[in-house]
Nanobody
Framework: QVQLVESGGGLVQAGGSLRLSCAAS????????MGWFRQAPGKEREFVAA????????YYADSVKGRFTMSGDHAKNTVYLQMNSLKPEDTAAYYC?????????????????WGQGTQVTVSS
């Protein structure tokens, strides 16, 4: 099992920034891809960003490209999501996820482990 704990959410004005963190513990050697998803009330969970350890650069949803940056510290089993130029439509619960099977995973079913989520609210 892999446990994921997100932190760093909060309330920010439009145009502001937040940095989310996700710390993994447990059988951390078993996962190869880390991802961020988000879910707004009444909407489906959607892909935000992900990368596979040692397999190239992070990749992003078009809606966040150029504004969000994902990074990771493999030694600390921690990934980050730096969110800049935030918009009200970025308001959602943000979830960290880990996949043990898929490289370049961007679909919900490709991920085995999920955190509890952290709320991001962007006011206009």
């Amino acid at each position: 099992q892999v446990q994921l704990v997100e932190s760093g959410g909060g309330l920010v004005q439009a145009g502001g920034s937040l940095r989310l963190s996700c710390a993994a513990s447990g059988r951390t050697f078993s996962y190869i891809t880390m991802g961020w998803f988000r879910q707004a009330p009444g909407k489906e969970r959607e892909f935000v960003a992900a990368f596979s350890w040692g397999f190239g650069n992070p990749y992003y949803a078009d809606s966040v490209k150029g504004r969000f940056t994902m990074s990771g510290d493999h030694a600390k089993n921690t990934v980050y999501l730096q969110m800049n130029s935030l918009k009200p439509e970025d308001t959602a619960a943000y979830y960290c996820a880990a996949s043990s099977q898929y490289l370049n995973a961007s679909l919900v079913y490709e991920y085995d482990y999920w955190g509890q989520g952290t709320q991001v609210t962007v006011s206009s």
